[in-house]
């Protein structure tokens, strides 16, 4: 196991957290939206990790070049980024959400992916939504599944994740010896699976890339499974905009992986997998949302 | 990428069966040890050999390759039959067709 720190119990409250999803459900939008900048404020007080890690990366981002010099303003933003994107998954997956603010791009390659009848993995990154991004492969014309580990899901998460009916019914659990044989099966049957595959959680199944100028290991593992079953991989970012919509866009990672592909023949796969999350960054520095030791570099 | 497990004496002898699926396992996970060091009782997933969720799918292509089984996901047994390299041969022996 590797020692990354994402590997803990989230953080989170779960007395706050009831007391967010009531407000929310009860009193609108606008009126919850008013509790962004005191969570903001509270994780950036109380939780001295998110802060460094958020210092960090936007550090990172700068060196390369690709944002500005940081600043203490620019965490508290990129925290209440954050907390926005909590505020937004109480009302998308209790449905919600107006649908008419999901803008979807691309959606074509995930078409043409379908017709060849081997599945499809929509692999994306904790960067933007999650939840918008699931939106998207539900809308799929075949069933839509996601990978997640969930040995360290706070109260939280577990509390907002009730309110959407199905959630438990279209995941994969990693973790379990038969998490990836299920997946197989899922994308032989011409499922449409969903990873974020930028959290390594095992260090033999992961490589060290440059991400934003520094080594930082990602799994080798979602790029392997499709090797293995000729799925053919679409990068699915979904932002949101500044007018509170969201924006979902595709791209083709590559073509279709060989079975005969190891760890390192792989490695240009997960470097253009690490180049599209860099881009990513630099057109929305406050979506990166993994706030722990990315680089390992300690914190 | 290779796995280096130390190589120890088994505590538990293999039956001829269970040499021959460890041969197998180790061809298709890639293994760095002997199949003969393998100790059939060793837990596969995790501790043990150390094996991952990727591994454990390789292990059931190659039985359904070897041994025509078709290993389903979501199979309440599989925390069984993953167990180790003496509950893997037991179930292939079990359903192998004949």
Redesign the interface.
């Known amino acids: 196991m590797s020692a990354n720190t994402w590997l803990r119990p989230e953080k989170g409250n779960l007395v706050i957290g009831r007391l967010l999803i009531w407000v929310a459900l009860h009193l609108g939008y606008h009126i919850t939206a008013l509790f962004r900048w005191p969570a903001t404020l509270y994780y950036a007080t109380f939780y001295p990790s998110v802060r460094r890690a958020s210092w960090r990366y936007l550090t990172h981002l700068h060196n390369v070049g690709r944002g500005q010099q940081p600043h203490y303003g620019m965490v508290l933003a990129h925290i209440y980024a954050y907390s926005t994107n909590i505020l937004d998954r109480i009302y998308l997956l209790s449905g919600r959400f107006p649908p008419h603010k999901i803008h979807i791009h691309g959606r074509d390659y995930l078409l043409d992916a379908l017709k060849q009848q081997k599945g499809c993995i929509i692999m994306g990154a904790h960067i933007g939504s999650f939840d918008v991004l699931r939106y998207f492969g539900i809308d799929a014309p075949v069933r839509f599944r996601m990978l997640m580990y969930r040995r360290f899901l706070g109260e939280t998460s577990r509390l907002i994740e009730t309110l959407a009916p199905t959630f438990q019914a279209d995941l994969i659990e990693l973790g379990h010896a038969d998490s990836m044989l299920t997946t197989f099966n899922a994308l032989k049957q011409g499922e449409v699976v969903g990873i974020l595959a930028d959290r390594a959680h095992d260090d033999s199944r992961s490589v060290p890339v440059t991400f934003l100028g520094q080594t930082a290991r990602l799994p080798a593992g979602p790029h392997q499974l499709a090797a293995r079953t000729g799925a053919p991989v679409v990068l699915v970012s979904a932002i949101r905009q500044k007018n509170g919509s969201y924006h979902i866009a595709c791209r083709r990672l590559t073509d279709t992986l060989s079975q005969g592909e190891t760890q390192s023949t792989l490695h240009p796969h997960i470097l253009a997998y690490a180049r599209w999350m860099e881009d990513l960054c630099e057109q929305n520095p406050y979506a990166w949302f993994n706030f722990f030791d990315f680089w390992e570099e300690g914190l | 990428?290779p796995?280096s497990v130390t190589a120890t004496a088994p505590l538990h002898e293999q039956t001829p069966f269970e040499h021959e699926v460890a041969t197998h396992l180790v061809d298709a996970v890639q293994l760095d040890m002997d199949p003969h060091d393998i100790d059939p009782e060793t837990p596969?997933?995790?501790e043990g050999l150390?094996l991952?969720?990727?591994d454990?799918?390789e292990i059931?292509?190659m039985v359904n390759t070897q041994y025509g089984i078709k290993?389903?996901?979501?199979?309440d047994n599989?925390?069984e039959i993953?167990h180790s390299l003496r509950s893997l041969a037991h179930y292939i022996e079990a359903h192998r067709p004949s």
Do not use: Q
């Open positions: 990428m796995l596969l997933f995790g150390g991952d969720s990727i454990v799918l059931a292509l290993l389903e996901s979501h199979d599989n925390r993953f």
